[in-house]
């Protein structure tokens, strides 16, 4: 999340081998000891090695001092010889651990301003390494992030979309236990990260925030309607939304309640029809069940006559908002920034995604991680750094570098500094659904060029279909084709 994306508006094998030849290339310099390999047993001279062995009985009772003379000089030799390997260790071994390391690191929205201050605060601490932070565009990211890598000229660290595992399994590394054990991940972090990073035993990223849809609201629409309370379930927004929706004699929309049902307009409805999926139990390999049908129709229904919230006439949902035609939106925190740069003036609020009545309420998520590449020479000090960065100290400095160049920061993913955000009139939304949060790859704006992009569109076309008069059955049946050949096409 930020101004970048602003203005360019879960089970896969992994080669471990591989992983831990990269990983070879992180452990320390240590002098082996093969010239102890070549010290060859004691030879007997010809005329001895002829003479047969005696019984215990036989031996004559001698003193012979030379063989005396003989131990102390072996035993003399092998302690100057594992005083040499000690010394050579301490000095040469320990000058190797110092080694310069070059880590370069790719990411998207926060741009040298946010990253500098914490890297240069990671260099002071560790003099061997140097960072070199890169702000890349969206746009081919993905295609761009595996090619470079593959031909090995590519990051050492990168970020990554939440639901990108399956498109970049080949490149990404996974988290050491010696960096953060599969017990304090799940201790530190939100549910949905364990959800979406981990495949098998292994992690393969370590999240810098969290995000995902979150109700956005008029204040001030709200209280010119005389309305205090802001609704928690669907029933309560169907109401809210006829209270706040106006409508001219001829029935065209003026103000509208909420901005749904349509997906030319609207900001992120595959993100929506993804939570009405997700809170109806329908599954994404399985759109033509009924479960899913019946998501699609609540869908539909906020643009369909008689009491129809919103149509194709209405301009696209986050401007309307900008422009106060609209009173609800749903939407990721980060087109906040877009809507308070547009209209500082206009007072919104964040809240939870509406719940299904009587259930436990779910939304949908939509973040980035960190990850470290598979052919990186230096993954073990690349893990180390995002542990750094994803540490509570430098998850607040990281916050504060963001709000001083935009309204505010990321939300933060760890489940021990939620009461630091928890009343913020922007990120409370966020942070009291963060751990009721699931993925599923109908995320818009990743512009992967792939997963997600290839649902989306046959969701698209289905939502569309409907509005032209074909059964919401037969939209998702033609829909449930498509999507289950992407899914096969990325091995889920």
Known sequence: MDNNELEEKNQFKIDHSESKKENSGTSLEFTSNAQADNLQP???????AEIPLQTQDSLPITTDTSTNYSIFFIGGVVIFVIFFFLIFFFLFGKKSSNKEVLLTYWGLWD?????????EEYQRKNKNIKIIYEKKSIQDYREKLIARINDGRGPDIFRFHNTWLPEIKQIVAPVPDMIISALDFEKNFYPIFTNDLKVGKFYYGIPLYIDGLVL????????KAGIQIVPSNWDELLDVASQLTVKDQEGRIITSGIALGTANNIEHFSDILGLFLLQNGAELKKLDSPEAIDALKAYRKFAEPPNNFWDETMPNSITAFIQEKVAMILAPTWEILVIKAANPEIDLRTAPVPAVPGSKLISIANYWAEGVSIKSKNQLEAWKFLKYLAEKENLSKLYANQARVRLFGCPYPRIDMADLLIKNDFLSGIINEAKDLKSLPLISRTFDNGLNDEIIKYLENA??????????EEAMRVANQGVNQVLSKFEL
């Open 42 to 48: 004691e030879e007997l001279p010809p005329d001895l």
């Open 216 to 223: 956005i609201y008029n204040k001030n629409l709200f209280n």
């Open 463 to 472: 939502i569309n279909s409907t509005a032209e008069g074909v059964s919401y």
């Open 111 to 119: 741009g040298e301003e946010v990253m500098k201050p914490l890297i």
